[in-house]
């Protein structure tokens, strides 16, 4: 069952300039939020972090709405193979800088550069978005 949104709330929310629509069970967020958002999220900030950072009341949203969401935002945002890459940690960490692969089993760094790799793809295309 969702948590309904009160007249108050729905006030409240419709005063943030991120809120697109917002009805008493549903929020849609503007493009905007979604960028920021995704920004923010790609430097391992925590969602709670994130949402209060864009002015959000993270308990008023409720963790499963904001669940959700980052569930929808990663699926557009994400390639299949950096889903899959991913789905172990449910996020893409930034890859340690100088890494010194050499002294690494083999196992280890193939793991270690495909995390980078994910990252650096997921990198670009955040920038190609932006851009545009």
């Not at 979604?34 to 790609?42: M, P, R, T």
Request: glycine fraction near 4%; charge should be positive.
């Amino acid at each position: 069952m969702k948590t309904s949104f009160t007249k108050e709330q729905i006030d409240e929310l419709r005063l943030n300039p991120y809120t697109y629509h917002v009805s008493n069970t549903t929020i849609k967020f503007t493009e905007e939020f979604k960028d920021a958002y995704w920004h923010l999220y790609i430097q391992n900030m925590p969602l709670r972090d994130i949402v209060q950072t864009l002015g959000y009341d993270y308990d008023m949203l409720g963790e499963k709405r904001v669940g959700g969401f980052i569930y929808n935002l990663r699926k557009n945002r994400l390639s299949p193979e950096q889903r899959v890459a991913s789905s172990t940690t449910h996020r893409i960490c930034r890859p340690p800088a100088n890494t010194d692969y050499a002294h690494m089993y083999a196992s280890e760094a193939i793991k270690t550069m495909s995390a980078e790799l994910t990252y650096l793809r997921q990198e670009v295309e955040f920038l190609k978005n932006f851009r545009n």
